[in-house]
Each structure stands twice: as C-alpha cells, then as structure tokens.
C-alpha cells in the first residue's frame, strides 16, 4: 500500500505546484492529476478478470500489463477525457497524464534485479532503461519523503493562495 500512496502523494504535490503557475487549476484539478497518478495501477484488474479470460473473451492475445506502459497509459487517459464534458478534456487529459507519467517515473526508479527497468515507454520503444534502483515498492521511506512533501507544499498553498486552500 505504500506504493499507491506515494503515487498519489506525488500527483498531489505536481499539481499543487502547476496550480502556483496556473489561475485556472483549482483543487479539483489537483484531484484529477493525483487520480491520474493511479491510472498505470489499473493493470490490477487483472486480479478480479485475469488477462486469460479477457483473451478468451477476445479472441486476441491480451495483457492487462499493458495499462503499466506509456503506451496503455495513454490510451487509458484519453478514454477517461472522453468521459468529461467536452469544454474540460484538454484539462484533464493533460492532467491525467501528468499524474500517469509521474506514476510511470518512480516506477522506472524501483530496484530490480536485472539493473534495468521494464519497457516503460512501450508500444514506441521497446527498450527497458536502466533504473537507478533507489526503492522497493514496499518500502515505506518514499511514502513518507511524499507526505512530508505534500505536507510542505498544502501549507504553502494554504499561505500564499487562502481562497485556493484544501
């Protein structure tokens, strides 16, 4: 739980700091990106609907893993800005995706075995960039330095901008 967490954290604290820059970009906003720090996460429905079945289903190979790449992530916030008013998709597609690449980031940082990461930037590259290894996603410390950060900047928020406070 600590990963998904820091995710949100992370997307929080991004969009918090583009509100500073942003008039526009209201709390609600900043909600929109920290969900689009959990969109490559969605390959967890693979523990309700096994990518088996939905290949069955289909007919056609499938992996939910997918989702967990630039590539899926992508298709995955562009279905979500469909789903939103027409005058809002650029806004939220953009801040989906936001959210999704900081997601997609610190997921290039995690330890593994190999010294690299996986192919993050699929379906355009299928090269797996080398990870400094900094974290497990079951570590706790970046759940924390993600609270502490997003502790720092709600209180500036809150200090330099009262009507945009929460």
Not at 33 to 42: K, N
Not at 69 to 83: E, Q, S, Y
Not at 102 to 129: K, M, R, T, W
Request: with cysteine; aromatic share 10%; net charge positive.
């Amino acid at each position: 739980m600590p990963d998904i967490l820091t995710h949100v954290l992370v997307g929080y604290v991004l969009g918090t700091l583009v509100s500073f820059r942003l008039q526009w970009l209201t709390p609600q906003h900043v909600t929109v990106t920290m969900l689009g720090a959990m969109v490559p996460d969605l390959t967890k429905i693979k523990l309700l609907v096994p990518s088996t079945q939905v290949e069955l289903w289909l007919g056609l190979p499938f992996d939910w893993f997918a989702i967990h790449t630039l590539g899926g992530a992508l298709v995955a916030v562009a279905i979500g800005a469909l789903c939103t008013a027409g005058q809002h998709r650029r806004r939220v597609f953009g801040l989906l995706i936001l959210g999704a690449i900081s997601h997609l980031s610190l997921d290039a940082l995690l330890i593994n075995a190999s010294g690299y990461s996986y192919a993050v930037f699929f379906p355009f590259s299928a090269v797996h960039p080398p990870t400094p290894g900094l974290f497990l996603s079951s570590d706790r410390w970046p759940a924390a330095v993600g609270a502490v950060l997003a502790g720092a900047i709600w209180t500036l928020r809150r200090r330099y901008r009262p009507g945009h406070g929460s």
